[in-house]
């Protein structure tokens, strides 16, 4: 295997400008797989099998439908997990021989291992084998019935024969597989009876077993929450029955009571949204609110892009996150963990109650005073818990905290030891994260223009000041922008006072112009870099425009999103807010205060829908217009956008790369407990790794024994990469404050901009030590636009001597045998050679 990973490289390496380079990573990667699950168990062959599924796009189908179909024909050579993964996996990514990999799944119904027949038969239960003819089929059919009525095998093995054989048998399998269910929901064997009834609910019927399932639900178990989930799922389709004989009622009265001009105007729309309820494929599903909320939509969006109708639950959503960043909680960003499907701190915010109170990123909260937050289905509905963790400044919440490591039987039944009680706080959500970096130059990234952007801007910038800095980095990349006026408080920390930031043309001819008001709060003599990249947009743009065109500012990074127009958000006559009394005068609505008009009864303050209207175009100091123009044909006029003087492409990581860099980080969790465990120990050495460890991975305590236990098929400084992501991490939450998401040892984009900075104090990176040993991309040269990426001639050397140094490693412990080496060694040499371009 080794020997094979090594040859991909050096190839890879050597064919770096070739656009088929993928084609071979891919393989790889599904040669390592499939052989890996040789000695896995089913249940990680069929996980893989689904990982190898997702890699499926437009451009790499065929070739991954080819790697596969190549393994298929050699499945004699497999072990059955192998086969298990190399054929759940084709039959997932199209254009499949269905009938070839059915006989193969037949065959494996057949196995002594349950396990491996077990998932022969879930896969057959797929409905894509429909498509096979009779006698296509009947082997399969056979075979499943022959493993229903098996009493050798296990209940587990013969409910999986019995629920394929519903799928695929027609209507005699239908009748066998439903006796062999029945006599299992009649067992006075509670265990037989629970997976009896299971079976039933996959198969579509929840009557007959709804007792047992009901009971079963009450259960924190894995077939507990499967039963509540279908439960739910039957619960769900009713409520969309009733809707749907509600809607109808509703349309039949609305047409018979309004007077017949409303009629004449509303008809197109009532014919409209009973034909979709009548005929489309989501018809029996769709609410007709979305419906009509789409309707309003549409309407807005014909006037132009950024034109839009807000329900009142998106602008809810939209007063909080920008409006409004702050509120009365614990201080917390929150979420649903993807893997285990338990609410998580995110990141606490540093200055909140929650961070003061010890918790951590990574942990999870699983009750609230006496509310679990875990169900028998799954977390409840993080709307729900979140609005249990909000509430009056100065009011307690006891919050129920399980660490990775614990018991998980604690997750359902937490004890009082793991109860924390924390003192709700007014939070400020932070706009700004900030660091010093090595040559006194200082990094601020802005992530939206918020009410408080400017306010926390300065204070980072200020304390900075305080300790020397030289120059700044202002980050504005992926912010989509915020309020106009902060865009100007923004401006004017970095510019004279009396300059134009932004002027604006609306329908009235009238133009409004915005200047600097104060004084700036940055030295005129302090150099500035602005990153930007295209998913900067409407304030963002302003500021870096303004910026650019005062000469102010050095901007860095790729154009802009082209986002040149003003939006207001308006009040819909006759619709309005629920209304509620302001205890603490702020101007809007706290969910400790007390409702005074209730519309709906529903016991929660809703706002009403706006529209949001694009009113006016703004124009930069220049006189330009950064505005991205689209023809009605969807054709592009016109860019738009703030195209920077240095163009620089991020980094980019292959999806190979980045698939296995996600199942060490995110599925196996490996680094991050490898961090957590040597934490303690080595604590001031991970601070000085986060901030910077000179890319040498031997600065990290037993980096050698972690990498041999990941068996990953990624370098050791993807590797090292991942490892100091999760030190970073460890490490801001053991300072208090969050560091930039750029980081100078990997963001190319972030090392063009030092260079920038630091060519204006006439100074170089190379005389920096912790820049001199990390930085991989050219210094750029401020002579019009230009292109740095990681494909440099010494990048391309580096990697061909990294290449060059695995080939012959592998030699000398006998990993790769001497003739292969030898040819690998010559080409990689010939590569090196001066006056050769690597192709």
Known sequence: MLQRLLYVLALSTLASFSRAQGSGDLRALIDQRVQAASGASVESALEQAGNIAGLATDENRAALQADLDRWIARAAELSEPAR??????????????????????????????????????????????????????????????????DAQRSPSYRLACAVALHVQGRAEGQRTARALM????????????????????????????????????LVPTSQGRLAAAFLKQEDIRRIYDRRAKNDLEYAKKSSEDSDPAARKDMAILEKLIDLVRRKS???????????????????????????????????????????????????????????????????????????????????????????????????????????????????????????????????????????????RAEITIPPVNAQLLPGKIGLVELSSFTRVA????????????????????????????????????????????????????????????????????????????????????????????????????????????????????????????????DENGNGRFDNWEKLTLDRNGNGEFDFAPRARMTIARYLLPSGRSIHRQIAEDGTLISEGGVVPELVVVPRRIEGWRAEEMYRLVRREHKIRDWVEQNYAKDREVFKQLATCDEDDVSRYPGFQELFDSLKTVLPQQDVRMLVRSEVRRRVQDDRGAAFPDGDFEEDLQLQAAITSVLDRLHEKSSDIPEFARTFDAPAPKEAGPQLVTAASRDDQLSRLKNALTLVTDAKEHGQIDAKTAAELERALQDALKPGDQPR
């Open 84 to 149: 298990i993964l190399v054929l759940a996996a084709r039959s997932r990514v199209g254009e499949a021989d269905l009938n070839g990999i059915s006989a193969q799944l037949v065959a494996l119904v057949g196995s002594k291992d349950e396990s491996v027949g077990q998932a022969a038969a879930s896969l057959l239960s797929d409905r894509v084998f429909r498509t096979l003819r009779d006698n296509e089929i009947e082997p399969a059919v056979k075979a499943l019935g022959d493993g229903a009525k």
């Open 281 to 423: 494929l989501e018809g029996e599903v769709v609410k007709r609110q979305d419906l009509i909320d789409a309707a309003c939509d549409g309407l807005m969006r014909s006037l132009d892009e950024h034109s839009s109708f807000m329900t009142g639950e998106s602008y809810k959503k939209f007063e909080q996150d920008l409006l409004a960043p702050e509120y009365g909680g614990i201080g917390a960003y929150v979420g649903e963990d993807p893997e285990d499907h338990i609410f998580t701190i995110t990141r606490p915010i540093y200055s909140g109650p929650a961070y003061k109170a010890g918790l951590h990123s990574d942990d999870k909260i699983v009750r609230i005073d006496d509310w679990p937050t875990v169900t028998p289905s799954g977390s409840h509905e993080q709307e729900d818990i979140i609005k249990r963790l909000k509430g009056k400044p100065g009011t307690s919440v006891k919050l129920y905290i399980w660490r990775r490591g614990m018991d998980p039987s604690l997750i359902d039944r937490p004890t009082e030891d793991m109860a924390l009680t924390i003192t």
């Open 454 to 581: 400017s306010e926390e801007l300065s204070k980072q910038l200020k304390g900075m000041l305080d300790q020397g800095m030289k120059g700044v980095i202002l980050d504005l990349r992926n912010d989509s922008g915020g309020l106009l006026t902060e865009a100007c408080n923004v401006a004017n920390l970095m510019l004279p006072k009396g300059k134009l930031v932004v002027s604006t043309e609306n329908r009235a001819d009238k133009s409004e112009k915005l200047y600097t008001r104060e004084e700036p709060l940055i030295p005129a003599d302090m150099p500035v870099a602005v990153l930007i990249n295209r998913f900067s947009a409407s304030a963002s743009e302003i500021v870096s425009g303004a910026l650019q065109d005062h000469e102010r500012a050095v901007l860095v990074g790729q154009r802009s999103y082209g986002k040149g127009s003003v939006q207001n958000l308006l009040p819909i006559p006759g619709e309005d807010d629920d209304r509620f009394i």
């Open 182 to 217: 029945m006599e299992f929901l009649a067992s006075s064997d509670a265990g037989l009876r629970a997976q009896g009834a299971l079976a039933l609910a996959e198969v579509g019927d929840l009557e007959t077993p709804r007792k047992q399932l009901e009971s079963l639900a």
